[in-house]
């Protein structure tokens, strides 16, 4: 039972353009969102979150967006970078929930 | 300085065997996690501990077992290793439970990858 979902195993972006990563959530209770990235052989870096409050999280070349209704958030990347290639993960907590529920990634390839 | 580091890095090991990984972060956190990310790479929680006591226990064979002797560290022990335990187990912490309304992030260590041959 997938509570967290990203259905795009990869993706392929041009360096300078944007790229845009998708999550969606089907536990209601999720009140808390974060992205992580992940280089080979390393752990989970985290890079940016987002509470249900918001709607919008912006922190430099990211922003989370995030739309309850539809269950679903976006990490928007731009301008996209050779050095942002790496997978990456949504995750979700909440009230109840007492650890991160993480995706299954996704692999960003930036061509430079 | 690494804020989560465990060790080893790298563990090949035979069925059957016993072994360790530890785990120990310097960040002052009251929350430590062990997750392990199989070969589709799920990352899955396993344990979790707050201040030494587990709150989280996830359906684990109890040939796994958490030890935390202080809230720096948590250790995983895993008896009888069997060929499906290969995979790459991540420890991680955060200043509080991840379960408290407002949220927080979690650091995560570099991993250890375990082959069972």
């Known amino acids: 039972d997938q509570q967290v979902k990203q259905n795009s195993p990869s993706l392929s972006v041009q360096e300078g353009r944007i790229s845009i990563l998708n999550c969606d959530y089907t536990?209601?209770?999720?009140?808390?969102f974060l992205w992580y990235k992940k280089y080979p052989a390393e752990g989970p870096t985290f890079l940016i979150s987002?509470?249900?409050?918001?709607d919008k999280n912006e922190d430099g070349r990211f922003t989370v967006f995030l739309n309850k209704s539809a269950k679903h958030l976006s990490l928007h990347i731009v301008p996209s970078q050779p050095g942002d290639s790496a997978v990456y993960f949504c995750?979700?907590?909440?009230?109840?929930?007492?650890?991160?529920?993480f995706g299954s990634g996704t692999r960003l390839q930036v061509q430079p | 300085d690494t804020a989560v580091s465990q060790t080893p890095k790298y563990l090949v090991t035979q069925m059957g065997n016993d072994k360790s990984i530890k785990c120990e972060q310097n960040?002052?956190?009251?929350?430590m996690y062990w997750y392990k990310q199989d070969s589709k790479k799920f990352l899955k929680i396993m344990f979790s501990?707050?201040?030494?006591?587990?709150?989280i226990n996830e359906t684990v064979p109890n040939r796994f077992s958490p030890k935390s002797p202080d809230k720096a560290h948590l250790n995983l022990h895993i008896n009888s290793l069997e060929l499906g335990d290969s995979a790459v187990y991540f420890c991680?912490?955060?200043?509080?439970?991840?379960?408290?309304?407002?949220?927080?992030?979690?650091?995560f260590g570099q991993g250890t990858r375990l082959t069972v041959v």
């Open positions: 991680a912490s955060s200043q509080s439970d991840l379960g408290e309304q407002g949220g927080t992030e979690a650091f």
């Open positions: 536990n209601s209770m999720f009140d808390y």
């Open positions: 987002i509470s249900s409050i918001k």
């Open positions: 995750a979700a907590s909440g009230t109840g929930r007492r650890a991160l529920t």
């Open positions: 960040l002052g956190h009251d929350t």
């Open positions: 501990y707050n201040n030494k006591e587990l709150i």
